[in-house]
Nanobody, 118 residues
Framework: QVRLVEYGGDLVHPGESLTLSCAAS????????MKWFRQAPGKEREFVAG???????NYADSVKGRFTISRDNAKNTLYLQMNDLKTEDTAVYYC????????????WGQGTQVTVSS
């Protein structure tokens, strides 16, 4: 069974860093296209970062240069390293499986809360 579990959300101050993790089961992350999304209160869910099965990465303009998406094949886990956090980064963060090998998926984790506040 394909499953995603996010963790690592916390309350931090502006300018601080935080790393989110997304533990995967039922598939292998290194053969997958996976993405991070976020949803702030009263707003639609938005794309944050993605990593393709071949390793290419892309980012939303709002996080480019501050966030880094990566994966650890040995731990079968997706990460989102977030630096220089801003209050507008406050949201529930979700990881998503879009594709594993040649098969399309649309699997989501339960989300993890990130709050950036002074």
């Amino acid at each position: 069974q394909v499953r995603l579990v996010e963790y690592g959300g916390d309350l931090v101050h502006p300018g601080e860093s935080l790393t989110l993790s997304c533990a995967a089961s039922g598939f292998t992350v290194n053969l997958s296209t996976m993405k991070w999304f976020r949803q702030a209160p009263g707003k639609e869910r938005e794309f944050v970062a993605g990593i393709m099965w071949g390793g290419d990465k892309n980012y939303a303009d709002s996080v480019k240069g501050r966030f880094t998406i990566s994966r650890d094949n040995a731990k079968n886990t997706l990460y989102l390293q977030m630096n220089d956090l801003k209050t507008e980064d406050t949201a529930v963060y979700y990881c998503n499986l879009e594709r594993f090998r040649s098969t399309a998926y649309d699997v989501w984790g339960q989300g993890t809360q990130v709050t950036v506040s002074s």
